[in-house]
């Protein structure tokens, strides 16, 4: 077979013990490598998605600045002028706030239960860790 080892008789046990430490920094080697291309990876898909995220949060900016003027010009002309313009301004701007304080907590909440740590990497070393505890 293909994945047979043969070992010379004469084979000592430092050998033995260095081949071993040598497959052991390969492998940690690879799995540092594996880790790299993941956090790389996951970088590069968060930039992406945030560059769509800030163009998309600028535009809403935007419009809500302009749909906040026509909700103030609307109030106070359904109050026919009996709220001053000012308190147009200042009850459009509470509910505002409100609705943004709901949607930053929402969004700190959302943060906290990120794990950003490459889950993939650590399963795999997990795996190894195992596999050599159990050869012994």
């Known amino acids: ?22 497959d ?9 490598r594996f880790a790299r ?8 898909k968060t930039m992406r998605a945030s ?3 800030a163009c998309g949060a600028g535009t809403i900016v935007l419009g809500m600045v302009l749909a ?24 459009v701007a509470a509910v505002f706030l409100v609705i943004g304080a709901g949607l930053g907590f929402l969004g700190i909440n959302t943060l906290q239960k990120n794990n950003p740590l490459p889950d993939q990497t650590a399963q795999s070393v997990k795996e190894n860790v195992e596999w050599i505890m159990n050869s012994k």
């Open 1 to 22: 077979m293909a994945n047979e080892v043969h070992v010379p008789e004469e084979a000592s046990l430092t050998s033995l013990l260095r081949g071993i430490i040598n």
């Open 51 to 53: 560059v769509v995220l």
């Open 68 to 91: 906040a003027l026509m909700l103030v010009y609307l109030l106070n002309w359904l109050s026919n002028d009996q709220i001053p313009l000012w308190g147009c301004f200042g009850i």
């Open 24 to 32: 052991l920094s390969d492998l940690i080697r690879q799995e540092i």
């Open 37 to 44: 291309t993941e956090i790389k990876s996951d970088v590069r």
